[in-house]
Structure formats: structure tokens, C-alpha cells
């Protein structure tokens, strides 16, 4: 079955490209640059549209300004009518202009307009790229698929990164990401990161920072890179912005609001939302145990008839999440702002899950079987305050900005747990945590071309986790706490540092960006309940490079280079085991050391016409690497008299892992009614490294692809496809299969453009799920799981004072230029 979900992927692969190469490149003259800014703050307008139009009113060639409001852009010779057009601006067209040579045209300065607000687009048709020296943006476009959804579902439709069925994010494969929301850590990914990215609404998000290559800017944090979130922020004059409510099944509902009013020099903003949601899910195991032990007496070792285990799960959640963002920006001058913000989120949820357990001889004769129900309590909150200051020196980049923000965390799991139907233990998870951020960072543009910057980031963090077990005294009629498995542990890491980086074009067509980060790192760990506490402080440095050659207006090769680092966490570090069965144990260990990465990344971009490419080749050699092993601990557990063994799991340092990979994406406008875009990504991990005298080596390949396909249908019906395919992998112990899974949408527009209503699905077919073998020289695992099944949503989207269209012109433009990119250096 597997091969021939493959064959199909293949296939589906192979007609994409082929009808890629289908269409030639347009020939170019001569490039047209200038630059668009602010007529009364004379700030750059980034996103603001350029296009060149023939007398007919057909588009010559057209495109966006950067950050700093410049473009460039390449037409051939010839008279045309140029336009100037900008959210809520008054547009601009100067007409007649004979242009025959490439020539900068200079300044264009736009004026606001409210009464415009009916005619611009906030939200695009497509998603635009753009590729800079230390990072590419995928600015989020109407993406029909996530309509209705989470965070977590935009991001497992972004090139390069995928999220599996236990909502755990990767970027090339590799799980050690570090999220960002707006460049920095945030409350909205609370102390769960998994579950807080399944609350947020997707319609908050602007765009997503897929940071591979990341400058010195940016934390060390994170061997795979970073990914920073951008949420939706208006600046036009008035009121505007868009409220969305949702509806689906297996149950669920929503309403989301990203809403924003700006009177004279104040912006106030929010983006707030409600999600319940409920979902079913199931695991299968079954294990085959090979009883090898020593006798106590004589030392030789015995070995005795395999036994065998089963278990199934079936999983019922149900969760209800409400957050806000509210905010107030207010403009001292005309190059001088503050922004005070304050974060909600509050969640809480309920969870069911039956075990079923079957224990077998050799023969495959039930000896024994045990019934385990846990129902277990969710209850999230979370408070963040924020303060940014921004000093804008000049047009030219010269800046200043100092953020700060305190986060308090808080997490409750209290569940009671059932064997056989009787009360058997109570599990409580009481975490708690503040965080204070306070960053500061300065650029100076000392040319038109050069940047120099430097700053300081200090990242404080007190963690406390309360972890209670209390088993049930039939004598006493009531739980008492298990002092050997309950505990305190205290958490508190700071992280101070500071960086440099410098860049500068040479010539025309090259550019770099070289960075020095030094951390400094101090954790205590204090197991309350043992008394132990230990110490660890450690300093490093973190250079950066990032080069860029531009062979042509379209295409361009990069260099990046970054050294990285993975930390241990809370629950890696804990010794006291925590049960996630009566089987099976989760134990930390307090003497595992971070993990250091170095990574190299080579791009090419290549835009033939409307087809764009954008690939990397790269490669990372890390050592320390965590490693999750699973081992027999020669404890047992008694089920109906029956002795079953318990596993445990816990974390290691094995020696070193190299990755090497590939990656590509594809985007294609064959009309203006078809759209498709697809991604690949194959990628080679070797692990080196012994524990306790045993092997641990694995050699692994594997890949995932993605391909999406939009259709406008007759009745102006937006029909999108997208087929995700997740290839086999393995590591020391694990072997994890392929998935293949498929999503649908269908969208309609009413009301002149401001109104949608979109129906998705979610997994077609039901075939989102995850298995895989784990074979350790005591025991051979198969297991199965699925968080969640096939899901249907139905969308409504409302804006105000705006419409989903630009006016026409730009309509047409963007529609003939499948461009976006841009370079820069930061």
C-alpha cells in the first residue's frame, strides 16, 4: 500500500515539473529603481506596489519595495504610465515616461487615505517570497487549507518545515527549532509549545521567518534554526481589520478577531480569539519481551520463554483556549515610537484515555489482561507585558530599539487514574514560570550599501515544577502520596549576550554579513525533595556568516554558515521518573550536557518568468547530540498476578551526527486561474556513539514533500489540494514508516470581496498516522498512534473597511509577476 502511495507522489512530482519548464523566461532591457516613502513622516513604505503600464492599461512589469521602500525593477525599453499605490495611500501615476535606459527615478512620497481603505488588498491571493541574506519570509497568503485552523496548521504548510501527528515542529527534518512570535520569546508559546501553537488562531498570523542560517542577531538557540511568527499589525488611519468564526467536526468552533484603530499619533491593536475544539485519537502497541536475566545466586544468565504485551488506547480530548493581544502604539515624532502591549491566554481542557492491556505467553495464550482509564484535568494561563521603544535616526536604516517583557506561566495536569475499576493513583503536574526578555540592538548604516550593528539580549528564566503521585491505601479508604516518585524540582538558567555583526556589498553583485555572538550561560538545578542541587555555568562564542552573489537580476547564490547550540530543559534534566503507563517511564538525567552544531547552507535562486526556484544544499555536524533510549529497568509490575516488566526512557549525550540534505521549492502560475507551488526536501543523518559499552550508531535517509495545487473554478469557486508525504526514518533504536496524507478546500467570495467562506478537510483519507518498531536487546516494540482523525471545517470571514482585492492595476500585476523576492541585509 505504501508503494504505491510513493508511486503516486512520484508521479504527481514528475507531471508538476514537467509543466514548470513549460513556460520561457520574458526578456528583459533595462531596471527601473527608486524608492516609495511616507509624504508626512518621510518613513519607507515596505509592500508598497511599482508597476509599469502600457496605454492599454496591460502590466510591462511590476513589483514590491523592501524594508527601506526601495525597488528594482526590470521592464524593456519603451513609454509607459508608472503607478505608486500603498494600503490607505492616495495612489500616484506619472504618466508619459520614456524610458530607455536603467535609471533610478529617485523619491516618490506617498500621502495616507482613509476614504481608499474599501479598494486594497490585506490579506494576498498567494504566498510571496522573499530571500535575504539570513533568512527567507513567507509572507502568508490565502491559504485555503488552514482556514479555521491553528498556528500549528500554517506552519506544517511552510517549505522546510513539517509537524507531526503529535504536534512536534521540525525544520529539515530536525526537531530542535526554536519558535519565535515577533523576534522574540513569547507567552503565546507558553511553557507547551505543542499544545499553545494548537490554540492560536491561524488567521494572526503575517508572515513566517524560516531562519536556517541564522545572523548573529539572532539567540544560539536552536540547532535546526529559527522559526519567528509574525502576527497581523495595521497601521492604516481609522478602524479596520477582520473577524472570522469557524465551525467543524469532530466538534469544534471559533471566533478570531485581528482588529485595529489609528486616530493622529496613536495605533491601538488587538488580535484576539476563542477555540474549543474536541479530538479523538487512538495508539496500538504490542511488544514481544525476550526475559533474559541473571540468577541472583550463580551470576549466569537465564534465559526464559519470550512473553508478549498489548495495548490499546483510545484517546477523547477536549480543549477551550482564549487569548488577546492588546496594544497601543504611539508616535512621539516623526522617527520616535513606543508600543506597550499585554498577552492573555487562558486554556483549559479535559482528557479521557482507556488503556486496554493483554499479557501472552509464548503460545499466544491470554495469561493476563488489565483495564487503565485516566482522566486528567488541563488548566493553562498565561500573562506577558511587553515595551518597545524604536528610534528612527534616519531614512537610511540608522535605528535604535529596546524591547523588554515579563511572562508568567502557569500550567495544571491533575489527573486520577482507574485500574480494573477501582481507584489505583492520582498524577498532578503543578509548573509554574517567569521569564524576563530585555534586548537592545543598534544599527549604524555607515554607506548606502553597509550596515554595522551590535547589542545585548538578557533571557532570565525561573522554572518550578511540582510532580505528585498519590496511590490508593485501601486501609486509610483514600490516596496517600508516593514519596518516592513525588518531587519538587527548581529550574532557573540566564542567558546574557552580547553580538556584532558587520555587512557591505562589493561591486554590484556580492554582498556579506559577518557576526560574532557571545553567550553566557548560568543553570541551577535544585531537586527539592532529594536536596541535590548542581551548578552549571559556560561560555561561548557563536560566529555567523552569510555571503550572497547575484549573477543576474534573477538569479543569485548564498552562503550561510552558523554555529548553534541545544540546551537541556526542565524534564531533561529531572531524575525522578514520570509514568506516561503502568509500563512505561519517562526519567531525566541531570548530568546530560548541551549539544553544539555547526551548519553550512548553500542557496540558489533562479525566477524563469513565472516559475521561481529557491533551493539549499547543507550540511550539519553536531556533537553531544541528544538521544532518547528506551531499556528494560528489570522492574516489574504485577497485572492480575501477572509480573509485566517496565520500560524506561530518558535521554543521553551520544557523540556526533551528521546531516546532510537537499531541498527545493517550486512555484508555478500556469493562469490566472491555476497556481502551484511544491517542496522537497531529502536529507542523510549518521549517528556515531556508544553508551554503557552498547552501539548506538544509526545510518538513516529520508525526506518529505509537499505539493500544493489552487484552481479557480467556474462561479469564481477557489478549489485548493494538498498532498504531504512524510518518508520512513530511523535512529539507534527507532524505526518510524512513511506517511502520506491529503488536504482539501473550497472557498467562495460575497459582499464586493469583504466576506469568505471557506470548507476544508483535514487528512482525507485518515491516513495521518504514526508508526514505528523499536528493537533494544531486551525487548522488540511495534506501535501505532494518531492524535487526530479526519476533520471538516467550515470558515466565515468578514473585513472591515477593507476588501480581499488591490484595485485593478495591482491586481493584474501581481497576477503577471510571480516575483517577491528581495535581498537585502537585514
Known amino acids: 500500500m505504501m508503494k504505491n502511495r510513493v508511486f503516486v507522489l512520484l508521479m504527481f512530482l514528475i507531471s508538476s515539473v514537467s509543466l514548470l519548464i513549460a513556460n520561457p523566461t520574458a526578456k528583459r532591457d533595462i531596471t527601473i529603481s527608486g524608492q516609495v516613502l511616507h509624504k508626512s513622516t518621510g518613513l519607507p513604505l515596505e509592500y508598497a506596489t511599482v508597476a509599469f503600464l502600457y496605454k492599454d492599461g496591460q502590466v510591462a512589469g511590476g513589483g514590491i519595495t523592501n524594508e527601506k521602500g526601495r525597488f528594482s525593477i526590470?521592464?524593456?525599453?519603451?513609454?509607459?504610465?508608472?503607478?505608486?499605490?500603498?494600503?490607505?495611500?492616495?495612489?500616484?501615476?506619472?504618466?508619459?515616461?520614456?524610458?530607455?535606459?536603467?535609471?533610478?527615478?529617485?523619491?516618490?512620497?506617498?500621502?495616507?487615505?482613509?476614504?481608499?481603505?474599501?479598494?486594497?488588498?490585506?490579506?494576498?491571493?498567494?504566498?510571496?517570497?522573499?530571500?535575504?541574506l539570513d533568512k527567507k519570509i513567507y509572507n502568508v497568503g490565502k491559504d485555503l487549507t488552514v482556514s479555521g485552523g491553528s498556528v500549528s496548521d500554517v506552519l506544517d504548510n511552510v517549505p522546510s518545515v513539517s509537524v507531526d501527528v503529535e504536534g512536534n515542529v521540525a525544520l529539515r527534518g530536525n526537531d530542535n527549532v526554536r519558535i519565535l512570535i515577533n523576534g522574540k520569546p513569547s507567552g503565546l508559546v507558553g511553557l507547551n509549545s505543542t499544545e499553545a501553537l494548537r490554540q492560536l488562531p491561524a488567521e494572526a498570523i503575517e508572515k513566517v521567518e524560516v531562519i536556517t542560517s541564522p545572523s548573529a542577531r539572532y539567540d544560539a538557540e536552536g540547532t535546526a534554526g529559527i522559526l519567528n511568527?509574525?502576527?497581523?499589525?495595521?497601521?492604516?488611519?481609522?478602524?479596520?481589520?477582520?473577524?472570522?468564526?469557524?465551525?467543524?467536526?469532530?466538534?469544534?468552533?471559533?471566533?478570531?478577531?485581528?482588529?485595529?484603530?489609528?486616530?493622529?499619533?496613536?495605533?491601538?491593536?488587538?488580535?484576539s480569539g476563542y477555540r474549543y475544539r474536541e479530538n479523538e485519537g487512538y495508539s496500538d502497541s504490542k511488544s514481544?519481551?525476550?526475559?533474559?536475566?541473571?540468577?541472583?545466586?550463580?551470576?549466569?544468565?537465564?534465559?526464559?520463554?519470550?512473553?508478549?504485551?498489548?495495548?490499546?488506547?483510545?484517546?477523547?480530548?477536549?480543549?477551550?483556549?482564549?487569548?488577546?493581544?492588546?496594544?497601543?502604539?504611539?508616535?512621539?515624532?516623526?522617527?520616535?515610537?513606543?508600543?506597550?502591549?499585554?498577552?492573555?491566554?487562558?486554556?483549559?481542557?479535559?482528557?479521557?484515555?482507556?488503556?486496554?492491556?493483554?499479557?501472552?505467553?509464548?503460545?499466544?495464550?491470554?495469561?493476563?489482561?488489565?483495564?487503565?482509564?485516566?482522566?486528567e484535568e488541563r488548566d493553562d494561563k498565561v500573562v506577558e507585558y511587553a515595551l518597545n521603544f524604536t528610534k528612527n535616526f534616519n531614512d537610511d536604516g540608522h535605528k535604535l530599539t529596546i524591547d523588554a517583557s515579563y511572562e508568567d506561566d502557569k500550567e495544571l495536569e491533575d489527573g486520577v487514574i482507574v485500574m480494573d475499576g477501582f481507584n489505583d493513583e492520582t498524577v498532578l503536574t503543578d509548573e509554574t514560570q517567569e521569564r524576563f526578555l530585555v534586548q537592545a540592538d543598534y544599527i549604524y548604516p555607515f554607506s548606502d550599501t553597509g550596515n554595522f550593528e551590535f547589542g545585548y539580549r538578557g533571557n532570565f528564566n525561573d522554572r518550578n515544577t511540582d510532580y505528585q503521585v498519590a496511590l490508593w491505601d485501601a486501609s486509610v479508604n483514600d490516596f496517600v502520596l508516593d514519596q518516592n516518585v513525588s518531587n519538587i524540582l527548581g529550574y532557573k538558567e540566564q542567558v546574557n549576550a552580547l553580538y556584532t555583526q558587520y555587512g557591505n556589498m562589493i561591486g554590484e553583485k556580492f554582498s556579506y554579513l559577518l557576526g560574532l555572538r557571545f553567550e553566557h550561560?548560568?543553570?541551577?538545578?535544585?531537586?527539592?525533595?532529594?536536596?541535590?542541587?548542581?551548578?552549571?555555568?559556560?561560555?561561548?562564542?557563536?560566529?555567523?556568516?552569510?555571503?550572497?552573489?547575484?549573477?543576474?537580476?534573477?538569479?543569485?547564490?548564498?552562503?550561510?554558515?552558523?554555529?548553534?547550540?541545544?540546551?537541556?530543559?526542565?524534564?531533561?534534566?529531572?531524575?525522578?521518573?514520570?509514568?506516561?503507563?503502568?509500563?512505561?517511564?519517562?526519567?531525566?538525567?541531570?548530568?546530560?550536557?548541551?549539544?553544539?552544531?555547526?551548519?553550512?547552507?548553500?542557496?540558489?535562486?533562479?525566477?524563469?518568468?513565472?516559475?521561481?526556484?529557491?533551493?539549499?544544499?547543507?550540511?550539519?555536524?553536531?556533537?553531544?547530540?541528544?538521544?532518547?533510549?528506551?531499556?528494560?529497568?528489570?522492574?516489574?509490575?504485577?497485572?492480575?498476578?501477572?509480573?509485566?516488566?517496565?520500560?524506561?526512557?530518558?535521554?543521553?549525550?551520544?557523540?556526533?551526527?551528521?546531516?546532510?540534505?537537499?531541498?527545493?521549492?517550486?512555484?508555478?502560475?500556469?493562469s490566472r486561474k491555476w497556481r502551484m507551488n511544491g517542496n522537497i526536501n531529502l536529507f542523510h543523518s549518521k549517528i556515531e556513539g556508544s553508551y554503557n559499552g552498547t552501539s548506538y550508531d544509526a545510518d538513516n535517509f529520508s525526506w518529505f514533500a509537499r505539493i500544493s495545487n489552487k484552481l479557480t473554478l467556474p462561479g469564481k469557486i477557489d478549489w485548493q489540494t494538498r498532498l504531504t508525504y512524510i518518508g520512513p526514518r530511523e535512529n539507534?533504536?527507532?524505526?518510524?514508516d512513511g506517511m502520506l496524507f491529503t488536504n482539501m478546500a473550497l472557498s467562495k467570495d460575497f459582499f464586493d470581496d469583504k466576506a469568505s467562506v471557506t470548507f476544508n478537510v483535514s487528512d482525507i483519507f485518515g491516513t495521518h498516522n504514526h508508526t514505528m518498531e523499536t528493537t533494544t536487546p531486551t525487548y522488540f516494540n511495534e506501535s501505532e498512534f494518531q492524535w487526530r482523525g479526519r476533520t471538516f471545517n467550515l470558515s466565515f470571514t468578514y473585513r472591515f473597511n477593507q476588501s480581499k482585492r488591490q484595485s485593478m492595476k495591482n491586481r493584474r500585476m501581481m497576477n503577471d509577476e510571480d516575483g517577491g523576492e528581495e535581498q537585502g541585509f537585514f
Open 74 to 132: 526590470d521592464i524593456p525599453k519603451g513609454t509607459y504610465d508608472v503607478s505608486v499605490e500603498f494600503i490607505g495611500f492616495k495612489p500616484q501615476l506619472v504618466e508619459d515616461q520614456r524610458l530607455n535606459n536603467s535609471v533610478d527615478l529617485g523619491v516618490m512620497r506617498l500621502a495616507e487615505d482613509a476614504t481608499m481603505l474599501d479598494e486594497v488588498e490585506v490579506i494576498a491571493e498567494k504566498t510571496t517570497v522573499e530571500l535575504k
Open 521 to 670: 550561560t548560568s543553570v541551577d538545578i535544585e531537586q527539592k525533595t532529594s536536596a541535590d542541587f548542581r551548578e552549571k555555568d559556560y561560555n561561548d562564542l557563536f560566529p555567523t556568516m552569510n555571503l550572497s552573489y547575484k549573477m543576474s537580476d534573477k538569479q543569485s547564490v548564498t552562503l550561510g554558515y552558523a554555529r548553534r547550540i541545544r540546551r537541556p530543559r526542565s524534564r531533561m534534566i529531572n531524575p525522578f521518573p514520570s509514568r506516561a503507563s503502568l509500563t512505561s517511564i519517562f526519567q531525566g538525567n541531570p548530568d546530560i550536557d548541551p549539544s553544539y552544531s555547526n551548519t553550512f547552507d548553500v542557496g540558489y535562486l533562479n525566477r524563469f518568468g513565472k516559475l521561481n526556484l529557491s533551493s539549499s544544499l547543507y550540511y550539519t555536524h553536531a556533537t553531544d547530540v541528544f538521544n532518547m533510549v528506551s531499556f528494560d529497568t528489570g522492574n516489574t509490575v504485577v497485572v492480575n498476578g501477572k509480573e509485566v516488566p517496565v520500560v524506561r526512557r530518558s535521554p543521553i549525550n551520544l557523540a556526533t551526527q551528521d546531516r546532510l540534505g537537499f531541498e527545493a521549492t517550486l512555484s508555478y502560475n500556469p
Open 288 to 375: 514481544q519481551y525476550y526475559n533474559i536475566k541473571e540468577d541472583p545466586i550463580t551470576g549466569e544468565t537465564v534465559d526464559l520463554p519470550d512473553t508478549y504485551m498489548n495495548e490499546h488506547s483510545d484517546n477523547e480530548r477536549e480543549r477551550r483556549s482564549y487569548n488577546t493581544n492588546l496594544g497601543v502604539e504611539w508616535y512621539l515624532n516623526k522617527s520616535t515610537s513606543l508600543t506597550v502591549s499585554a498577552l492573555l491566554r487562558d486554556s483549559d481542557g479535559d482528557s479521557k484515555r482507556e488503556n486496554h492491556i493483554q499479557q501472552f505467553d509464548t503460545s499466544k495464550n491470554l495469561i493476563a489482561e488489565s483495564f487503565r482509564v485516566e482522566d
Open 229 to 271: 511568527i509574525i502576527l497581523r499589525r495595521s497601521k492604516m488611519q481609522g478602524f479596520n481589520g477582520a473577524i472570522t468564526t469557524s465551525i467543524g467536526y469532530p466538534l469544534s468552533g471559533g471566533i478570531s478577531a485581528n482588529l485595529n484603530y489609528r486616530v493622529g499619533d496613536f495605533n491601538f491593536f488587538t488580535t
Open 732 to 736: 539507534s533504536q527507532n524505526k518510524y
